[in-house]
Nanobody, 127 residues
Framework: VQLQASGGGLVQPGGSLRLSCAAS????????VGWFRQAPGKEREFVAV????????VYADSVKGRFTISRDNRKNTVYLQMNSLKPEDTAVYYC?????????????????????WGKGTQVTVSS
């Protein structure tokens, strides 16, 4: 499984960005794909995840109502639309995946729950 994240950049507070995670190497119908982030000096934390088969989603409380995760089946790509960005959203964002099958999506809301990781993309929210 290969995951390629892109779309990071510098944005002012209140602005928006859309991250993309292009997935390849497998048929992802039984997979969950998610986003995690790591700020300087902090541990990597969960942001959002989507179950490919049925589109069910889970979000971290800190991003609920501001971020939206979605998938494009034809492009094998997962997106993270980030609105109303805050300085505390500044971090390196990573996409990750795991074959989930019939297991609970909550399994992949932890860093250790994911098997495959892409390289990160930097998001900086600053005026």
């Amino acid at each position: 499984v290969q995951l390629q994240a892109s779309g990071g950049g510098l944005v002012q507070p209140g602005g928006s960005l859309r991250l993309s995670c292009a997935a390849s190497g497998r048929t992802f119908s039984r997979y969950a794909v998610g986003w995690f982030r790591q700020a300087p000096g902090k541990e990597r934390e969960f942001v959002a995840v989507i179950k490919w088969s049925d589109g069910s989603t889970v979000y971290a409380d800190s991003v609920k109502g501001r971020f939206t995760i979605s998938r494009d089946n034809r492009k094998n790509t997962v997106y993270l639309q980030m609105n109303s960005l805050k300085p505390e959203d500044t971090a390196v964002y990573y996409c990750a995946a795991r074959e989930l099958g019939d297991m609970s999506i909550l399994l992949v809301t932890r860093v250790r729950g994911m098997d495959y990781w892409g390289k990160g993309t930097q998001v900086t929210v600053s005026s």
